[in-house]
T-cell receptor, first 109, second 114 residues
């Protein structure tokens, strides 16, 4: 059974701080996706990484896929209150997504 | 360019009734996936369908749950004889391609079983 361990589960920081969320597995994934979910809504796709060692940047967000395609990280620089939300990583091999438990981020002004 | 649509957004059923959840994929997408999010738990895969075919139903409970994606019309997730444990948010996602295709999610249907 493929599992994705996401950490930390909860994170509360002050505006302006940096943070990193980790997503780890013992399994190899052909692709990994990061989503953000607001209360009462569906997950919104942020980025997809497919190549080992790949780094993608989306404004203040930097996503990295491990060389072995077993782990990934999301780094946010200078967090803002608008970054508050639930962040989810999800790995894929055969079509279905395997989700991590999620990281609830709170950025206080 | 409409995204994935789900209806109803909220559904209340009494124990023993049937629940039907509908999902219209994004235009041009022929792959549909259903996921369930239980309170305080993560998203869990249920079933993956392509037009008129079930590709992977490894996450579907063995009884009472079924899914279809007909040639015409939305995908339907059907839960017969609902129980309180079925209360959850059910999300549909669609993709253009199959394996590795980016999945885009709908807003979900929140099912409450009384």
């Amino acid at each position: 059974t493929q599992l994705l361990e996401q950490s930390p589960q909860f994170l509360s920081i002050q505006e302006g701080e940096n943070l990193t969320v980790y997503c780890n597995s013992s399994s190899v994934f052909s692709s990994l996706q990061w989503y953000r979910q607001e209360p009462g809504e569906g997950p919104v796709l942020l980025v997809t990484v497919v190549t080992g060692g790949e780094v993608k940047k989306l404004k203040r967000l930097t996503f990295q896929f491990g060389d072995a395609r077993k782990d990934s990280s999301l780094h946010i620089t200078a967090a803002q209150p608008g970054d508050t939300g639930l962040y989810l990583c999800a790995g894929s091999n055969t079509g279905k997504l395997i989700f991590g438990q999620g990281t609830t981020l709170q950025v206080k002004p | 360019n409409a995204g994935v649509m789900q209806n109803p957004r909220h559904l209340v059923r009494r124990r023993g009734q049937e629940a039907r959840l509908r999902c219209s994929p994004m235009k041009g997408h022929s792959h549909v996936y259903w996921y369930r999010q239980l309170p305080e738990e993560g998203l869990k895969f249920m079933v993956y369908l392509q037009k008129e075919n079930i590709i992977d139903e490894s996450g579907m409970p063995k009884e009472r749950f079924s899914a279809e994606f007909p040639k015409e019309g939305p995908s339907i997730l059907r839960i017969q004889q609902v129980v309180r444990g079925d209360s959850a948010a059910y999300f549909c996602a669609s993709s253009h391609g199959g394996q590795g295709g980016e999945q885009f999610f709908g807003p979900g249907t929140r099912l409450t079983v009384l």
